[in-house]
Structure formats: structure tokens, C-alpha cells
């Protein structure tokens, strides 16, 4: 594809049930970054994966949270037992990584809707 | 951490040039100067980075300071899809972490 695609684009869930948020890299970026942002609000870090390092999952808000990314490809972001203030858009973006800086390039985001 | 300081708001008339300032005023060496903007119901959408030499592309032009403390990005003829919420963000050239997303300035192209 010829950009960074989520799935889905849109979830209602039910307080207290799991969720899967899936993102689709561009192909050859090593770098992939989740974010929340909540309706009038701006975007919170969540986690950064890069190539085969560690993530920096510093931005994770709570260990309901976890994210996972298979190589330099897809990577799935977890949230467990959700709860109402969980309800956000989530916002995915790669990168290429290269030393004379570059743009990340963002998703459409998936809307989480927790009733 | 708040790394970069921009207005909240401002307007501009359709066709005009929109000036919107950054400071950075703790900026180091290594780090570049990234813009971003959200259009409303959008994800972010690079516009343009620079690091001490004034960039131009087909979206923008960025202005460094010489002091490098500071900087303006220009859109030169402002239209109506450009109203979105502009972000300013500086970032390590080595230090390949998080974008820092700040409050950005919310710009208004009016007709």
C-alpha cells in the first residue's frame, strides 16, 4: 500500500472487554510509533518501536496497555479490560531511518469508542 | 519537557501569506526543526523540516534564526484547506525517539 493503514477504522466496545488495534507500516520503514488523542485534545506518545531495539514504551499509560510489532512490519496495540476514558482516536506513524532527518507518516487512526 | 513554545491561535485571510512562529529557544546542535499540521478528523501530516539553513517545498518555506532559537513557518498563499493545527517539534538528528507533539497553534483561513 502506498501508506501507513489502520484497522479498523472505527470500534465500539463495551466496558471491560479486550481490544486489537492493528497498523500496517510502509514497507521498508523501521521505525513505528503509536499515539492517543482524545476528542479536542492533543496527541500523547505510546510507544516507539525501531528496527530490532527495545521499544520505549514510556508513554504507555497504565499495563492495560501493550503493544507488540513482528520484525519491521505490522504491530498490534492491546488494551485490556478498557474503560470509558480509553474512548480516543489511535494514531500510527512510520518512518524510514536515516541520519539527515526524515518525516514520519501518520495513519488515518482507528476511533475507539468504550460504552 | 515542553521543547518548542507556538500561539495558540491565529487567522488568516484566504490568498495571504500565513507567518506562524516557533520558539526553541533550548535547542541543541544535533536537532532539527519539524512541522507538522492536523486537518480536523485527520492524522498529522508532515509538512517540512530544517536544521539550520532555510528550507522551501511545495507546501512551505521554514525560516531558522541564525541563532537557530527560533523559527517561522511561511505558507505562502493560504487557502481554505489549509486551516488545521500547526505543530512545531524539535528532534535529535541521533536520537531517533518519539515525536514530542506539543499544543500546536490552531490557524483559521477565513474567506
Known amino acids: 500500500g502506498a501508506g501507513v493503514s489502520q484497522s479498523p477504522s472505527n470500534k465500539v466496545t463495551e466496558k471491560g472487554k479486550d481490544v486489537e488495534l492493528r497498523c500496517d507500516p510502509i514497507s521498508g520503514h523501521t521505525a513505528l510509533y503509536w499515539y492517543r488523542q482524545r476528542l479536542g485534545q492533543g496527541l500523547e506518545f505510546l510507544i516507539y518501536f525501531q528496527g530490532n531495539s527495545a521499544p520505549d514504551k514510556s508513554g504507555l499509560p497504565s499495563d492495560r496497555f501493550s503493544a507488540e510489532r513482528t520484525g519491521e512490519s505490522v504491530s498490534t496495540l492491546t488494551i485490556q479490560r478498557t474503560q470509558q476514558e480509553d474512548s480516543a482516536v489511535y494514531l500510527c506513524a512510520s518512518s524510514p531511518h536515516t541520519v539527515a532527518g526524515t518525516e514520519a507518516f501518520f495513519g488515518q487512526g482507528t476511533r475507539l469508542t468504550v460504552v | 519537557d515542553a521543547k518548542t513554545t507556538q500561539p495558540p491561535s491565529m487567522d488568516c485571510a484566504e490568498g495571504r501569506a500565513a507567518n506562524l512562529p516557533c520558539n526553541h529557544s533550548t535547542i541543541s546542535g544535533n536537532e532539527y526543526v519539524y512541522w507538522y499540521r492536523q486537518i480536523h478528523s485527520q492524522g498529522p501530516q508532515y509538512i517540512i523540516h530544517?536544521?539550520?539553513n532555510n528550507e522551501t517545498n511545495e507546501m512551505a518555506s521554514l525560516i531558522i534564526t541564525e541563532d537557530r532559537k527560533s523559527s517561522t513557518l511561511i505558507l505562502p498563499h493560504a487557502t481554505l484547506r489549509d486551516t488545521a493545527v500547526y505543530y512545531c517539534i524539535v528532534r535529535p538528528t541521533d536520537s531517533w525517539g518519539k515525536l514530542q507533539f506539543g499544543a500546536g497553534t490552531q490557524v483559521v483561513v477565513t474567506p
Open positions: 530544517g536544521l539550520k
